[in-house]
């Protein structure tokens, strides 16, 4: 398994099935871990470092495929700035890991369900990601993987604060679940401002496609947790689960239906243009596919059009993404010529107007 | 507004007297504010007052200088941390406990212990970890509640279970 084999197909969370797959395009969870014994990593010197990702590495790659089937290891010191791009794309690492310097890495498996970052602001940032509404399966998973490495890592642990992490926000559990909801027709009829209200009352955070710092785009919103200890982890999730996402499905789905029997025009003008739009355009950006993407995809749930698959949607969405697209072509390309290609691509997957 | 007085510098020092019932202000600069006699010492007063308020907030907010040693671990220093927002080495959660511990309770909640998932190694054996965090857990808050409701006979037999599982 090679980190080239990727930038073809989509990734696992992108399967586009899943429970309540017209709304959750995916569920996340993660931890994170320190070793004992060893300096968190803002107080590591560059040797202090190497021996954390060192044994890291070792122990994840040692227990194989009881983390994660054919698993593989990718050295981010040694990646070209195109495959760490390509990483952040596919969500199996984060911005600040693939930009930071020093020694890191990321271990995937196959089907990228699983992700485990070495050396981000913690020693090991656990993940999975699931498609459509999966918490509890990701959660038995990843505190079955958490287990595993546990007996060859001895993680940082205090019976007071629990798992310690670098940064005391994320203390206790180190869990961060991330559900990735689809919104558009919140954003259509301006209510995803009583979403965000609800969230911040719920003290959960809400962030764009790429999480922290990112705008959301093609209307992607991530809810996850803040309060990390003092909250046992199922309970963490049975709320999401049973509380804070069926609130916001019920408000989005509120919303599709006033604009299918209220405003049947500005839905369908929008689901058109958008279509129209892909199928003609021959420069499109990232913004402009993403945007015309989210349009598509709520004019496809709502039965405006019937001659595209969800799966066809989530191809475009991954692959004409800066980095993977520039892998597909085997070179780098910018400006018009990238958005040429683009474009290209779009209209091969969809076919011309 | 200028001062009454020179007409000359900005007033900052305003004065309300009741001289017979009648009320008379006077809006002065601190320069002939303190030659007024009586006044003078006051309008120099302040400064303390704002040094006392500013060790307060300092104090308060962990900031102040002499009282936490460095991590002996890591080298980490309070000061450092609160810039950088991360934490050096396990052991500052020992180090700066004290300090850390308001600051953690107002990012979760108001949450002081944690209660979910704990390694298996390392462990008591025969005693289900978990369990027993959680049963901490209801004990401090059923102290919190007996002390509320001022059972205070009912607090101190809380008080001795906590320490006498804390001691196991």
């Avoid at chain 1, 990702?53 to 122990?59: C, P, S």
């Avoid at chain 1, 959301?216 to 309060?227: C, H, K, R």
């Avoid at chain 2, 601190?30 to 006699?37: F, G, L, R």
Wanted: proline share 2%; aromatic share 4%.
């Amino acid at each position: 398994m090679k980190l080239s084999d990727l930038a073809t197909r989509a990734g696992e969370w992108l399967r586009g099935d899943g429970p309540l797959s017209e709304i959750v395009i995916s569920s996340r969870i993660r931890l994170a871990r320190n070793v004992a014994g060893h300096n968190f990593l803002s107080r590591c010197t560059r040797a202090q470092r190497n021996t954390v990702e060192h044994k890291t590495r070792a122990a994840i790659l040692a227990a194989g495929d009881l983390v994660a089937k054919n698993l593989f290891y990718v050295d981010l010191a040694d990646a070209p700035e195109i495959d760490r791009q390509l990483l952040v794309e596919r969500h199996l690492i984060s911005k600040p890991h693939a930009q930071a310097e020093g020694s890191r890495g990321v271990a995937v498996g196959e089907d990228e369900s699983v992700s485990i970052m070495v050396n981000e602001e913690d020693h090991l940032r656990l993940q999975v990601l699931r498609s459509g509404l999966q918490l509890e399966e990701a959660w038995e998973l990843i505190n079955k993987i958490d287990d595993t490495l546990e007996r060859t890592l001895d993680f940082a642990f205090n019976p007071r604060f629990g798992y310690l992490t670098a940064c005391p926000t994320n203390v206790g559990t180190g869990i961060r679940v991330s559900v990735m909801l689809h919104l558009p027709a919140l954003k259509l009829t301006g209510d995803i401002e009583r979403v965000f209200r609800a969230a911040k009352d719920m003290r959960l955070a809400v962030r764009g496609l790429y999480g922290e710092g990112t705008e959301a785009t093609g209307d992607f919103y991530q809810i996850s947790n803040q309060t990390t200890l003092g909250k046992v982890e199922e309970d963490i999730i049975q709320d999401f689960k049973h509380v804070v996402i069926p609130k916001i499905i019920d408000y989005e789905h509120h919303a599709r239906r006033t604009l299918l029997s209220e405003r049947t025009a500005v839905l369908d003008d929008k689901v058109f243009r958008a279509v129209g739009l892909l199928r003609s355009a021959r420069l499109l950006t990232s913004e402009e596919v993403l945007s015309a993407l989210s349009h598509l995809r709520l004019g496809m749930n709502l039965g405006r059009i019937k001659d595209i698959q969800v799966r066809t949607i989530n191809e475009i969405l991954l692959l004409t993404q800066p980095a993977h697209l520039q892998k597909m072509l085997a070179k780098k390309v910018e400006g018009d010529a990238r958005r040429s290609a683009r474009a290209d691509f779009v209209r091969q997957k969809l076919g011309s107007a | 507004m200028k001062c009454e007085n020179c007409n000359n510098s900005q007033a900052t020092v305003h004065l309300t007297e009741i001289k017979a019932g009648k009320k008379i202000e006077k809006h002065l600069c601190e320069a002939c504010a303190s030659q007024i006699e009586g006044i003078g010492a006051a309008v120099k007063g302040h400064q303390p007052i704002n040094e006392l308020l500013t060790n307060f907030v300092m104090a308060h907010s962990g900031l102040a200088k002499e009282q936490v040693a460095n991590c002996e671990d890591c080298g980490m220093s309070w000061a450092e941390f609160r810039q950088s927002g991360l934490l050096g080495c396990a052991n500052d959660y020992k180090v700066f406990e004290r300090e850390l511990a308001p600051l953690i309770q107002r990012a979760h909640e108001g949450a002081t212990h944690h209660i979910g998932k704990v390694p298996s190694r390392g462990q008591p054996v025969g005693v289900p970890a978990r369990r027993r965090t959680v049963d901490m857990d209801r004990l401090r808050k059923d102290l919190a509640r007996a002390v509320e409701a001022e059972d205070y006979e009912r607090a101190a037999k809380i008080r001795d279970q906590i320490r006498l599982a804390d001691q196991e």
